[in-house]
C-alpha cells in the first residue's frame, strides 16, 4: 500500500493568489510557514522555519482567497505533488508543493481591536497578556474525561 498525505498547521508568509484557469476554475497559491523546535549540542532552544508551497483548486480556492491573510493560521490537509517545467533561460525546472484536499481556516476574532491583535499592534500603554487573554478560550480540565466536543478546534 502507498500513502502520500500531509498535514501542515502554519501561519500565511503572503496573502493568497486568486486566479482562473482558462476553463474558469478557481486556482490558489498559498505560501505557508511551519516552525520546529529543537536543542543544539550547545543546549540551546533553537527554532527551524519551512516553507511550503500550497495549491488549492475550486470552491476552496475561492473560500481562500476571500479569508485567508498574510499571518492567518490554517490547517491544511493534502498531498505532495511534484511539476516540472522550463524557465525562461531554457532550464529545467522542478517543485514540490502541497495539493489540497481539506483546508480550515485559523482563528477569526471580530472588529479592529482583533485586527490590531493579530498584526502585534498594542497601544504603548495597555499590557499585551491582557489582550491574549482575552482570545483565548478557557479550558477547565477536571478529574472527569475530557470529550471531543469540549476541545475549541
Known sequence: M???????????????????????QSVCTLGVATNSFYVDKSGQRQQRAEFHNVVVWGKQAEVAGQYLKKGGSVLIEGRLQTRSWQDNQ???RKTTEIICERMQLGPR?????????????????EDQSAHIKEELPEINIGEDEIKAEDIPF
Do not use: C, M
Open 2 to 24: 502507498n500513502l502520500n498525505k500531509v498535514f501542515i498547521f502554519g501561519n500565511l508568509t503572503r496573502d493568497p493568489e486568486l486566479r482562473q484557469t482558462p476553463g474558469g
Open 90 to 92: 531554457g532550464q529545467a
Open 109 to 125: 476574532g471580530s472588529g479592529a481591536s482583533h485586527k490590531e491583535f493579530d498584526r502585534g499592534n498594542f497601544p504603548d500603554n
